[in-house]
């Protein structure tokens, strides 16, 4: 079946502006992820989804992030009010479950702020 | 907090030859998971290896095949028979297998792998 993916592949806004990347998780994934890759560092848990439960949104850098995912489909990340340090790699995961092992995941959103 | 450390920014091999990635980790806990993930240019992370803990013989795939000292904390990772194909970012991670927060992968910071022909 069909993998994560994520839109837009890239995007280029300017310092200020509202961003929203999206990501579709595999179909029959309950648990949803969001990691940030800065330049030349690995990844960081940003959020995470388990079907209706309320979400750990403890990696959330600052309020100016936020995450909304309808019930076990699409997820959408916010970022208002862009600074040059958002700029990064956005990557999503889905799993089977939270406990799940295998976490699978999309080919990420390079956000450029500049 | 648990952290995982790879020491090599980068590597290289010769296509054909054997390399290993070096990867250690820190943690009070007994039940965890280690991964390698690979992630190529098209920036994909995608999942080459996977160790439980509580498993004693290591894991292999293929070509691919981890060194686990769990006492050490140390989960290396072996390529034997390199290709061209092989050429990409490795991330060593860790998870937890219970408790809260048994969903969050920790990384390292990667190692760049260059296959030469």
């Known amino acids: 079946g069909a993998g994560v993916s994520q839109s837009p592949s890239n995007k280029v806004t300017e310092k200020g502006k509202d961003v929203e990347l999206r990501c579709d998780p595999i179909?029959?994934?309950?648990?949803l992820y969001w990691y940030r890759q800065r330049l030349g560092q690995g990844l960081e848990f940003l959020i995470y989804?388990?079907?209706?439960?309320?979400?750990?949104k403890s990696g959330l850098p600052s309020d100016r992030f936020s995450a909304e995912r309808t019930g076990e489909s699409v997820s959408t990340l916010t970022i208002q009010r862009t600074q040059q340090e958002d700029s990064a790699v956005y990557l999503c995961a889905s799993s089977l479950e939270g406990w799940a092992p295998a976490q699978y995941f999309g080919p990420g959103t390079r956000l450029t702020v500049l | 907090a648990q952290t995982v450390t790879q020491s090599q920014p980068e590597m290289s091999v010769q296509e054909a030859e054997t390399v290993t990635l070096s990867c250690t980790y820190d943690?009070?806990?007994?039940?965890?998971?280690l991964f390698w993930y690979k992630q190529p240019p098209s920036r994909q992370m995608i999942l080459v290896i996977r160790q439980e803990a509580y498993k004693q013989q290591n894991a292999t795939e293929n070509r691919f095949s981890v060194n686990f000292q769990k006492a050490a904390k140390s989960f290396s990772l072996k390529i034997s028979d390199s290709q061209l194909g092989d050429a990409a970012m490795y991330f060593c991670?860790?998870?937890?297998?219970?408790?809260?927060?048994?969903?969050?992968?920790?990384f390292g910071k990667g190692t760049l792998l260059t296959v030469n022909p």
């Open positions: 989804f388990q079907g209706n439960s309320a979400p750990d």
């Open positions: 991670a860790y998870r937890l297998n219970s408790g809260g927060s048994n969903y969050k992968l920790t």
């Open positions: 943690t009070s806990e007994s039940d965890y998971y």
């Open positions: 179909s029959g994934h309950t648990a």
